[in-house]
């Protein structure tokens, strides 16, 4: 350990100002602060600190999103071998997983390379450290990805989630939007066919041009086929395993999303630490759900009669509710912020599921929209704090 | 007796070393000071010159801003030194004890006859006016408010704290002139706050408008207890006072003498033998603490409480307003992946680290920052520690901003430093709350003025 740190000692000073490499003054920084905890010392204020900082509270964030990482590689294969019709590589976890991996790495790495390079950038022209936001950002976009996404779209969605999302509004901690669900609204806006429709979500099915495939073979996530059956008018939609399938996650879907399970057991880590916000993700839930109640009460095709717990296990909903929507930079800040914020989100996202047949998928704007609205709600909590203060002044009169 | 106030918020930091219930008497220091700085916005004027000789009770200098108010020497002896810094800022004014101490001798004031304007004169001539804090802002009081209330905590909650019980045992009679001596002050009421499970040793005082607290720290914090019991609003002035202070306050109108004889705690895990030692205000730090009492020799020695206490150097002085010196190792050291280890040896709330599961446990919290600044992030945090309908992070985001109306608005009369060292304790984005707050302050005392 003693050699490492005498060998940053070492090249150090060339980083620093004056130094031959000073414009990677961030970069080194960045790096070293990984490598060791610097030596500074409290100077002003409290002489003790808790000894979290944001590597701490990111990485735990990250390890929370492994599961559904992992599950979501496993599934890649495996939707993969069923539309191609080969039982036997489908029955053979291992190989799907391999196949997987294969398959989202690449875009992991793309996501991670193209957004930490723009935040050296960024970091050493303001001559700030690093930010350790982009290490969740860079997990989180992979996994609200179909996997046949072109990885020069990744690359540009990326860039410009953390330029226009994140880094013309100063940076992590003051931007409004959640990056990762920016680079999949920008994708999804700029390159629609891309992903949407039926082709994207089993991986390549685009490059085969569906030669191969198994007869009756759909892609389509069962939002899309139930939203399609709704339109046209379907008396009754057959569930099948539908409602199992979600919750192990066995169904076509963007990489990370699609298993409850995994999901569950981030969210277990995320509360059980306390870094994310059981207030959100709770009310997350229960408006979702209760808005699905009420489309159940009233009734008239197939998707409002769904029952109105599959809305939480289908598509992106458990995903963004436990990994977007508890975002603390983009949530409310308020503890009752957070319940309205959290409410809005569910409510409004089954809301666009059901009642918008051209946009099976609602979650993602949901969060969007509450993102720009959560600075209101914080705005009308304090006020009422600050009301509380004036009254006092004139009970006190 | 008045309700339990039970406050839910806040934390106990469990640190090594607290002061083991002991007293040892110090012999005289070989110099004694009064620093300015320790006094919030005072610009002193000097009364005395090197070579004067002088008696405890002596005024050494006055504030340019406000005349009237005198600053003492706490002990009789030889001015020694007057050491400036940049720009001949007057840092400090040393004095060298006599073998013997004497008393400037003042006239022992009636109580009953005096009216409130001739114990404010007497205060001020006895140099002990400083001891009175006013909220908003936590300086020193001014003489012609007429303060809503007065608010005095009996105990100490942040950590290794002393126990004001065992320091204040034997003073009932001093604490209770000093009441008196308050209740002149102000039209409105003397509260005293206790803790719950200590009201007894105060049972005697009266007079006063007791009310019991429980819960964590900030409890003991005196803006804390203004808050739960009597919010201030604007354009409102309280003022406070240390217990001990106000204990030396009484005597002073019992016996006509000002003797800053104080009782405080050594505390911390670098030292040998924390204790209590009886000492007097403005003594160097080297005959409290040395090279001798500390374990080893990388430590920092803090006037106050580790939370928001002042460092200070060994070649320092003992600062009025405090009641323990906090002795903790220096964290000037880089930790190997650090942020992704166990540390067991480490404190945090967070349950991202174990020390959750150890309840009991107690640290040796070095003064590394333990992360690099950054903005803030999370939310829902800072709150769990302060116990008032306050909202800590949007009142930092106001200051920063420079938004007077905002700061009024959302609070800032009612903080002081100490109120939000927890808060700063816990961020994990190490955002120097306490400085910014300060700053804040500042800001709003230009503006009123």
């Given amino acids: 350990m003693k050699e490492l740190r005498n060998f940053v000692d070492k090249i150090k000073p060339n980083f620093e100002k004056g130094g031959k490499f000073s414009k990677l003054h961030s970069t080194f920084d960045a790096f070293e602060t990984f490598l060791f905890v610097p030596k500074t010392v409290t100077n002003k204020g409290a002489h003790i600190r808790d000894c979290i900082d944001m590597k701490r509270v990111m990485i735990v964030v990250v390890v929370a999103l492994m599961p559904a990482l992992l599950f979501g590689m496993y599934n890649v294969g495996l939707q993969h071998f069923r539309a191609f019709g080969d039982v036997a590589a489908a029955s053979d976890i291992l190989g799907c997983f391999w196949f997987g991996l294969l398959k989202v790495l690449p875009i992991i790495i793309v996501s991670y390379v193209v957004g930490l390079g723009i935040e050296f950038a960024f970091a050493q022209s303001r001559g700030h450290e690093l930010s350790e936001g982009f290490l969740v950002s860079g997990m989180l976009i992979p996994l609200v990805m179909p996997v046949d996404v072109p990885l020069w779209m990744v690359a540009v969605s990326t860039a410009f989630a953390v330029i226009i999302g994140k880094e013309v509004f100063g940076g992590s901690g003051m931007n409004i939007f959640n990056p990762a669900l920016l680079a999949r609204a920008f994708v999804f806006f700029a390159y629609t066919p891309f992903i949407s429709g039926e082709k994207v979500w089993v991986a390549d099915i685009t490059s085969s041009k569906g030669e191969g495939l198994v007869d009756g073979f759909s892609g389509a996530t069962p939002l899309t086929a139930i939203s399609e059956a709704a339109t046209a008018g379907a008396k009754s939609f057959d569930w099948g395993t539908l409602p199992m399938d979600s919750l192990i996650g066995t169904i076509p879907g963007s990489i990370g999303e699609t298993s409850f399970i995994a999901i569950m057991i981030g969210a277990a880590i995320l509360l059980y630490t306390g870094v994310a916000s059981w207030k959100i993700m709770l009310s997350v839930f229960a408006g979702g759900y209760l808005m699905g109640v009420l489309f159940n009460l009233i009734g008239g095709d197939v998707y409002m009669d769904m029952p109105a717990y599959y809305h939480l296990l289908l598509g992106g909903f458990a995903f963004g509710a436990v990994f977007m929507a508890t975002d603390p930079v983009t949530s409310a800040q308020t503890c009752v912020g957070k319940y309205i914020y959290g409410f809005l989100i569910g409510a409004i996202a089954v809301l666009t599921r059901v009642v918008n047949p051209g946009y099976p998928e609602g979650m993602m704007l949901s969060i969007l929209l509450l993102n720009a609205l959560a600075p209101l709600i914080d705005h009308y909590v304090v006020e009422a704090n600050i009301r509380r203060r004036n009254r006092r002044v004139k009970i006190a009169k | ?449």
């Fill in chain 2, 1 to 449: 007796m008045s309700n339990i106030i039970k406050l839910k918020r806040g934390l106990d930091i469990q640190l090594l070393g607290a002061a083991e219930k002991t007293l040892s008497k110090l012999p005289m220091a070989a110099h004694y000071a009064v620093v300015p700085s320790d006094y919030i916005g005072v610009t002193p004027k000097l009364l005395v010159k090197v070579g004067d000789v002088v008696m405890a009770g002596t005024p050494l200098f006055f504030d340019k801003n406000n005349p009237e108010v005198l600053f003492v020497s706490p002990v009789s002896g030889v001015v020694d030194a007057v050491n400036r810094g940049d720009k001949r800022k007057i840092l400090e004014i040393v004095v060298t004890p006599d073998v013997n101490q004497e008393y400037k001798q003042f006239e022992i004031q009636d109580l009953a006859k005096a009216s409130r304007q001739e114990v404010i004169d007497t205060i001020l001539n006895s140099g002990l006016w400083p001891m009175m804090i006013q909220r908003p802002f936590g300086v020193i009081a001014s003489m012609s408010d007429m303060p809503k209330a007065i608010f005095v905590s009996s105990f100490e909650t942040a950590p290794l704290a002393a126990d004001l019980n065992f320091i204040l045992e034997g003073q009932n009679k001093n604490i209770q002139k000093g009441i008196d001596v308050l209740k002149k002050l102000t039209e409105g009421k003397v509260h005293l706050s206790l803790l719950q499970g200590n009201e007894a040793a105060f049972n005697e005082l009266n007079g006063v408008e007791k009310h019991t607290f429980a819960g964590a720290h900030p409890a003991g914090n005196v803006g804390v207890q203004i808050h739960n019991i009597d919010p201030i609003n604007k354009g409102e002035v309280v003022w406070t006072i240390d217990i001990q202070n106000l204990a030396i306050l009484g005597k002073f109108f019992s016996t006509g003498k000002v003797d800053m004889s104080k009782k405080i705690a050594i505390a911390g895990s670098e030292l040998i033998e924390p204790k209590y030692v009886s000492i007097i205000t403005g003594a160097a730090i080297e005959s409290i603490v040395n090279d001798k009492s500390c374990k080893q020799q990388n430590v920092r020695i803090i006037n106050g409480n580790p939370l928001s206490g002042k460092s200070v150097s060994k070649s320092g002085y003992f600062a009025p307003y405090s009641n323990q010196i906090s002795v903790i190792p220096e964290g000037d050291n880089y930790e190997l992946f650090g942020w992704a280890m166990p540390r067991l040896q480490k404190f945090s709330v967070s349950r991202t680290y174990f020390s959750w599961l150890m309840p009991s446990k107690k640290y040796a919290l070095d003064t590394n920052l333990n992360g690099g600044e950054r903005p803030f992030i999370l939310s829902g945090l800072y709150e769990k520690y302060l116990p008032m309908d306050i909202y800590p992070v949007y009142l930092i985001k106001a200051i920063i901003a420079n938004d007077i109306d905002k700061m009024e608005n959302l609070g800032i009369y009612e903080v002081i430093e100490e109120d939000l060292a927890l808060c700063e304790f816990v961020d994990p984005s190490k955002i120097e709350m306490q400085q910014i707050l300060r700053d804040g302050i500042t800001a709003m005392i230009k503006e009123l003025s």
